[in-house]
């Protein structure tokens, strides 16, 4: 009986003492935030490479682990060849992609970046069209919907890519 009780009292207590920090922005994870995804030529020719940049407009805050994704739709005649996170960790560098349109026609690109958390991470879901017409999504979910293990940000910006002859 009085180990429990004891128990008991420790476990309120540690909740207690976590809990001050679950809203102060210092203790909050936050992924970054972006300015545009851009590209290296104004305009997209067949065959050409084309170098896109995921351009950073503040910067991840108390994240470690980076994973970043691109892809096109339609997929097809399309290639694709893009940096990751050195060692998986995020370092702060706007990832970048080089892919070569083998068709003309409109395509849509894809970035899409997953960060763990290593703070408090509350969720969140909000939207904002860039000022080159890039669409972003930020978001964050709990450990309990992805793994018990992790809490991750997510980023997602899409855009439209007209390839020319």
């Not at 706007?94 to 958390?117: E, H, Q, S, V």
């Not at 972003?136 to 293990?149: D, F, I, W």
């Amino acid at each position: 009986m009085k180990t429990n009780l004891l128990l008991t009292l420790l476990v309120a207590l540690l909740m207690v003492s976590c809990s001050e920090h679950t809203n102060d922005s210092k203790y909050r994870s936050d992924c970054p935030r972006f300015a545009a995804l851009q590209s290296s030529v104004d305009e997209i020719h067949v065959n050409e490479p084309v170098i896109f940049t995921a351009v950073e407009r503040s910067a991840g805050k108390l994240i470690n682990l980076a994973t970043y994704t691109w892809s096109v739709l339609p997929a097809e005649n399309v290639s694709i060849d893009a940096t990751s996170a050195e060692n998986g960790l995020y370092d702060g560098k706007n990832p970048t992609a080089t892919i070569i349109f083998r068709a003309k026609g409109t395509y849509t690109l894809t970035f899409r970046a997953d960060y763990a958390g290593s703070g408090q991470v509350n969720y969140f879901d909000i939207s904002e069209t860039l000022s080159d017409g890039t669409k972003a999504r930020y978001s964050a979910n709990t450990a309990s919907e992805t793994s018990p293990q992790r809490d991750y940000l997510h980023a997602v910006l899409t855009r439209t890519v007209r390839v020319l002859e």
